[in-house]
């Protein structure tokens, strides 16, 4: 199976397009969602608990409803389409990215809410505004961010149903590991299938084991 | 800490940035084919289009969808060209203003497969028809597309043709799985089940397990395969220069030689016919 996978001549460029989409998506959502999740947590407005429920419930948006509502929006009869981002690795950054966006904010949102009700009161007390406080926490509770990122990440690595439908699957421009898979099962090459299966899971894992080795050592 | 990691991301996606720029538009032009999945999955345009693309310098994007989802793409705009294989289809995406010139480029046949023990009692047999009766009236299983393609088309004309309402099997022996040919085949051989399959995808599919053909070389089950332009008046957006000459390579003796050429297991998958539609 892995001889399968490993023999193939597309398995490289493939391997390095899932991980630029997915590292950029994970990029994009962490950029946005850390201060979201943060912020959702230390101020207090109108309406806080209905986005901070909106992000919860959007733990379980359905990937091929993301993917038909950009593929309509990016389709050339679209509001969008004189971007000419439809079946590109753009529309597939951008799917995955708004896949990542709520899990990385509601769990941002989790672990400084905590922070916030422990320590918030001796923050404001040495004189921080909330926000100066907000990069202070988003620092001190760094192993739940990264929880937070890795779950994006692991998301965007894993989803199928966005990208097949915005990115197309298209040979060497728009095939990653996940459509592949799903490409060579319908071919009815299992083995060659599941070999990539394992080639991804692979990467996913080390990808997490670099990011807690690099994140985690104590900076005291 | 944080500045570490954000630094190895970037750095990272620095090394792996290029995909995302496309290199091949860079150097030269793109074209996007919205085809069918059988002339992808059996590998025949693999194996033709970077002799068109050393030809024209133009670069094939194919994406591979069934027939039905291939005419919306490029009813929406969202595809060059089309290459698909419904006839019935095709005059409607004609008559609605989307396509103008449609030219055959190649034949194969569809084919009936099903379990080796045969529990309809069809195999052997040259009559689709008849076999769709018998496995009707046999109860045995058989898999839908159920995706609007060209086969699933196909398939409906000829349940048609039976006088049977197939839906009336719905919930016991026709199972409609609304997928791909290879997700059909890789149901209908796991069942197993009979199904309508074109032979192209049957010959490069490797998941058979013990699945047959059943009927072959009945005249109802020819498949043609046409080229499709688009029309200026409602496309003007799209690479129809680029389209055209994609069209024209395809019926050129080039093309035609090189669709001829393609061999799997040593037997060619498609029968070039442009200078003699069937």
Not at chain 2, 32 to 43: C, Q
Not at chain 2, 112 to 123: R, S
Not at chain 2, 154 to 178: N, Q
Request: proline share 5%; glycine share 10%; with cysteine.
């Amino acid at each position: 199976m892995l001889s399968a996978a490993f023999a193939s001549p597309e398995l490289w460029p493939i391997v390095r397009l899932s991980l630029s989409v997915s590292l950029s998506a994970t990029v994009a959502a962490t950029v946005l969602g850390l201060p979201c999740g943060a912020a959702l947590a230390i101020w207090h407005f109108p309406g806080n608990r209905v986005l901070v429920v909106i992000a919860n419930a959007l733990l379980g948006l359905p990937p091929a409803v993301v993917g038909l509502a950009l593929y309509l929006a990016l389709s050339h009869s679209g509001p969008l389409g004189g971007l000419g981002l439809l079946f590109t690795p753009a529309a597939m950054v951008i799917a995955q990215a708004v896949l990542a966006f709520p899990i990385i904010t509601a769990l941002a949102h989790r672990a400084v809410e905590d922070l916030w009700s422990t320590y918030g009161d001796a923050l404001m007390d040495l004189g921080a505004s909330r926000r100066r406080a907000l990069p202070v926490l988003l620092a001190m509770g760094r192993l739940s961010m990264l929880t937070a990122v890795l779950a994006g990440f692991g998301r965007t690595m894993s989803e199928v149903g966005a990208i097949l439908v915005v990115g197309g699957n298209i040979a060497g421009y728009t095939r990653t590991m996940t459509t592949a898979i799903v490409l060579e099962t319908s071919k009815g090459d299992l083995p060659l299938a599941l070999g990539l299966g394992f080639v991804l899971i692979g990467l996913t894992m080390m990808i997490s084991a670099a990011a807690f080795t690099v994140a985690g050592r104590p900076t005291w | 800490m944080f500045r570490v990691l954000f630094v190895a991301i970037a750095m990272l996606l620095a090394a792996l940035s290029p995909p995302i720029i496309d290199p091949a538009a860079a150097q030269s032009v793109t074209i996007t084919l919205a085809s069918t999945t059988s002339v992808d999955n059996s590998g025949l345009l693999a194996a033709i289009l970077p002799l068109f693309t050393r030809a024209s310098g133009i670069t094939v994007y194919v994406l591979a969808l069934g027939t039905g989802q291939a005419l919306d793409t490029a009813r929406r705009g969202d595809a060059d060209i089309v290459l698909v294989h419904d006839p019935e289809a095709e005059r409607k995406f004609i008559d609605e203003g989307h396509g103008v010139t449609r030219r055959q480029i190649a034949w194969n046949d569809f084919i009936v497969v099903g379990p080796e023990d045969d529990p309809a009692h069809v195999k052997g047999g040259h009559d689709a028809v008849a076999a769709f009766t018998a496995i009707a009236k046999a109860k045995a299983a058989f898999v839908s597309r159920g995706d609007r393609s060209g086969t699933n088309a196909l398939e409906l004309r000829l349940w048609k043709a039976t006088g049977i309402d197939p839906k009336s099997g719905a919930d016991t022996w026709y199972r409609d799985i609304g997928g791909g040919m290879g997700q059909a085949l890789n149901t209908a051989a796991a069942m197993p089940a009979y199904t309508l399959s074109d032979r192209g995808t049957w010959l490069s599919f490797k998941n058979r397990v013990r699945l047959v053909i059943a009927i072959e070389g009945d005249p109802h089950l020819i498949n043609r395969y046409d080229v499709i332009e688009l029309n200026p008046a409602k496309h003007a957006h799209a690479k129809l220069a680029e389209g055209h000459r994609f069209a024209e390579w395809l019926v050129s003796a080039e093309g035609q030689q090189a669709i001829g050429a393609f061999r799997v297991q040593g037997e060619r998958l498609f029968h070039p016919s442009a200078a003699a539609p069937r």
